[in-house]
C-alpha cells in the first residue's frame, strides 16, 4: 500500500473494515479490534492515523509493529493470519498497516482467565460478541444445509416479527415461555438456516427476517 493510498484510505474515516490508531498504547486493547476485524467482514488496521484520519505518523514505527505483533501472537485465539507493512512519512515517522483477512478459523478470542471472548465490527465499532453471534460465526464458517423442524415455537416466532419486524432473545424465550438455552438454539438455527438475520448490539441483539434477493 502507497502512502497516497493510506491517505485516501484514511481520508474515508473508520468504518467496517478500517480502524486507526496514532500509536500501539494499550496493545491489550487494541487486539480487539483485530479480533472483531477477522471475525467479521476483514478490513485493515493504521497505526499512525488520528481518529479524525489525519495521517501524521508515528516515530519508531519498527517498535509500534513489534509491539502490536507480540500481542497478536500471544493474546489471539486461535493464531491469527495476517500481512503487515510500513510507509515511511519522514526519516523518523512512518505509518504501519495491518491487514486482516476475514479468518476460516472464526471466531477468534481473547482469553482472560477462563473466560474467552469475542469481538465482531459494528458499523466503526468493535463489541463483544454474545453468545449467538459466536454460534453464528463458529458454525457458520463450514455451512451446510441446517435442517430443522417447524413446530409451534418457530411458527409463534414468525407471527410476531410479522407483528413487530424485529425481537430479541429476552423477548422470544418470554413470549414463548421458554428456557433461554432452547430459545438462543432456536434462533441460531433459524440464522444458520436463512430464515432470520442477526443484528449484533452492545446490549441485546436482535433478530429480523432474513430478506430475500429478487
Same mark, same amino acid.
Given at each position: ?13 473508520? =468504518?467496517? $473494515? ?15 479490534? /483485530? ?6 467482514? *476483514? *478490513?485493515?488496521?493504521?497505526? =499512525? ?7 501524521? =505518523? ?6 509500534? @509493529?513489534? /509491539? ?14 495476517? &500481512? ?8 523518523? +515517522? *512512518? /505509518?504501519?498497516? !495491518? $491487514? @486482516? %483477512? ?9 482469553? &482472560? $482467565? ?17 453468545? &449467538?453471534? #459466536?454460534?453464528?460465526?463458529?458454525? *457458520? ?10 413446530? #409451534? ?12 419486524? $424485529? ?6 424465550? +418470554? ?5 433461554? !438455552? ?8 433459524? /440464522? ?7 443484528? %449484533? ?14
Amino acid at each position: 500500500m502507497t502512502l497516497q493510498e493510506i491517505r485516501i484510505l484514511a481520508s474515508k474515516g473508520e =468504518g467496517l $473494515k478500517i480502524e486507526f490508531k496514532k500509536k500501539a498504547a494499550h496493545p491489550e486493547k487494541i487486539v480487539r479490534e /483485530v479480533i472483531a476485524l477477522a471475525n467479521t467482514s *476483514g *478490513g485493515n488496521l493504521l497505526i =499512525g492515523v488520528d481518529d479524525d484520519g489525519t495521517v501524521s =505518523g508515528q516515530r519508531f514505527i519498527e517498535e509500534e @509493529i513489534f /509491539v502490536m505483533e507480540k500481542a497478536i501472537q500471544e493474546l489471539i485465539f486461535p493464531a491469527l493470519e495476517y &500481512e503487515v507493512s510500513s510507509i515511511k512519512l519522514s526519516e523518523k +515517522k *512512518g /505509518v504501519a498497516v !495491518f $491487514k @486482516i %483477512p476475514i479468518s476460516s478459523e472464526r471466531p477468534h478470542y481473547l482469553k &482472560e $482467565k477462563e473466560r474467552k471472548q469475542a469481538f465482531i465490527r459494528v458499523a466503526d465499532r468493535s463489541i463483544q460478541a454474545s453468545r &449467538e453471534v #459466536w454460534e453464528v460465526l463458529r458454525r *457458520g464458517k463450514n455451512q451446510r444445509d441446517t435442517v430443522f423442524t417447524y413446530s #409451534w415455537k418457530e411458527e409463534l416466532l414468525m407471527k410476531a416479527l410479522e407483528n413487530t419486524g $424485529k425481537i430479541t432473545l429476552k423477548e422470544y424465550a +418470554k413470549l414463548a415461555k421458554l428456557p433461554k !438455552f432452547i430459545a438462543s438454539k432456536t434462533l441460531v438455527r433459524l /440464522v444458520l438456516a436463512n430464515v432470520l438475520q442477526i443484528h %449484533p448490539q452492545e446490549a441485546d441483539d436482535f433478530f429480523t427476517l432474513k430478506e430475500t434477493g429478487v
